[in-house]
Every structure is written in C-alpha cells, then in structure tokens.
C-alpha cells in the first residue's frame, strides 16, 4: 500500500518560516509528480506548488516568490520551504502525488492525511 506521510506543520506568527516534509512509501514503480495543496475552512482544496519529474515546477501566484518547492527522488520524498508566512495561509496542507505502482498499472493520485499550518499572533 502507498503511503504519503506529511510532517512540519504548525503554529507560527506572521512573516514566519516553515518546513512541510512528505514521505512516500510502499511499493513504488516510479512518481511522475509530486506536490502540495491546502484547504482553509470553508474553502476549496487549492493547489500550492507541484514538482515534476524532469525539474519543472509550478507555484501559486499566492505563493510565489515566498515557498519552494523541492524533491528528493532517491528518497522519495518532497518539501515545501514556506518563507513570509501570512494569516491567509493558515490551512490544511496536503500532500499529493502522481505515481505507478508497477510497470503494468495505471498511474494513480494519492493523498497524504494533511498538516496543520496555523500563522496567527
């Protein structure tokens, strides 16, 4: 079973840094993407940032220019740097990723459980 195991959230004051960390694990043929989305209450699930394999990456334009997106292949895992950290970002973040299980599935998407990110005085 593939797991997506998200860590680093929490509670930091305005203009704050933050880490996410997300791990995947199980039996995993290869991860085409993998990236970050959040959900603030009473709103809908937004993309963040996606990294794809190959390098390319894609960013909010909420986000841009204060998160990174990085991912480490050989230890399948992927990060989100979050600098200048506002209220507005307060949300659940949300591990997400692209992948094959073997040579012969399909791709699938999957999920991690989500992280508390809470900017707040």
């Known amino acids: 079973q593939v797991q997506l195991v998200e860590s680093g959230g929490g509670l930091v004051q305005p203009g704050g840094s933050l880490r996410l960390s997300c791990a995947a694990s199980g039996s995993i043929f290869v991860i085409y993407s993998m990236g970050w989305y959040r959900q603030a209450p009473g709103k809908e699930r937004e993309l963040v940032a996606v990294?794809?394999?190959?390098?390319?990456?894609n960013y909010a334009d909420s986000v841009k220019g204060r998160f990174t997106i990085s991912r480490d292949n050989t230890k399948k895992m992927v990060y989100l740097q979050m600098n200048s950290l506002k209220p507005e970002d307060t949300a659940v973040y949300y591990c997400?990723?692209?992948?094959?299980?073997?040579?012969?599935?399909?791709?699938?998407?999957?999920w991690g459980q989500g992280t508390q990110v809470t900017v707040s005085s």
């Open positions: 990294g794809i394999s190959g390098g390319s990456t």
């Open positions: 997400n990723a692209d992948l094959q299980v073997g040579i012969t599935t399909p791709p699938r998407n999957y």
